[in-house]
């Protein structure tokens, strides 16, 4: 006996729409990919939906729409006017310019995003961190708020939710603040100096939750229990 409700298609994309936009967060993870396989019937859709979100939040709603569209229709993507500059809002308090991160996290290249995140953070820390190439824990303290925010904003914004500064500090408060849990539960593998195998990382979004971005553990935790501990993002917890 038929149900009377319509197969997760082309057909009822507007419900499943509405479910994205405002139905839990189990319900916003089931529909993603019944949403991705109504890729054809979303192209029309697209632009009135994502006025449904914030251009200066981080739902992964809005993020997921434009990665559907990136991966099965770019041109429709590229005639939605705000998406060639990004479509997030990505303020910045020393003038930095977020474009090239969102566009790499629009289209999933993750090692890009990543590397674009580890020079921010060295923008953000001082032109001695710059020349020498990292940063130390003990700069930390002088980023932005603002600048960090908008980071954590963009990976969880294009990434379901699953990655971020904020996603990795939720998970290690989960632990009880053990980092030596936390390392295989996102899946890094750190040997005794605390650096990461060559080739370990897996940069997709079928890697474990909290996986990215890289935070340089070669000198222990302190970078990366600093930046957590920041109040640009301490207080997205």
């Not at 923008?123 to 020349?131: I, R, T």
């Not at 130390?136 to 603002?146: C, D, G, H, I, T």
């Amino acid at each position: 006996m038929l149900s009377g409700r319509p197969p997760s298609t082309q057909l009822d994309v507007d419900q499943l729409l509405d479910r994205l936009a405002t139905g839990s967060a189990r319900q916003k993870r089931s529909t993603a990919a019944a949403l991705e396989k109504a890729a054809d019937a979303l192209k029309s859709k697209a632009p009135q939906a994502l006025k449904e979100y914030s251009r200066d939040g981080d739902d992964w709603g809005a993020g997921w729409i434009l990665q559907i569209l990136q991966r099965h229709h770019p041109e429709t993507l590229a005639a939605i006017p705000e998406v060639s500059s990004g479509w997030f809002n990505t303020p910045s308090a020393c003038g930095l310019n977020f474009g090239a991160l969102q566009q790499a996290l629009l289209r999933e290249d993750f090692e890009e995003a990543d590397r674009l995140t580890s020079c921010v953070l060295r923008e953000l820390a001082g032109d001695q961190a710059v020349q020498r190439g990292y940063v130390y824990f003990s700069e930390v303290p002088r980023m932005q708020a603002l600048d960090l925010t908008t980071l954590d904003r963009l990976w969880i914004a294009y990434s379901q939710g699953r990655f971020g500064f904020t996603v990795q500090s939720r998970l290690l408060n989960a632990l009880d603040g053990r980092y030596d849990r936390l390392w295989p539960r996102i899946g890094w593998k750190i040997d005794g100096n605390w650096t990461r195998y060559p080739g370990a990382f897996q940069w997709s979004m079928e890697a474990p939750e909290g996986h990215m971005p890289l935070v340089n553990q070669l000198r222990g935790v302190r970078l990366m229990d600093a930046l957590l501990q920041h109040p640009g993002l301490a207080y997205r917890h």
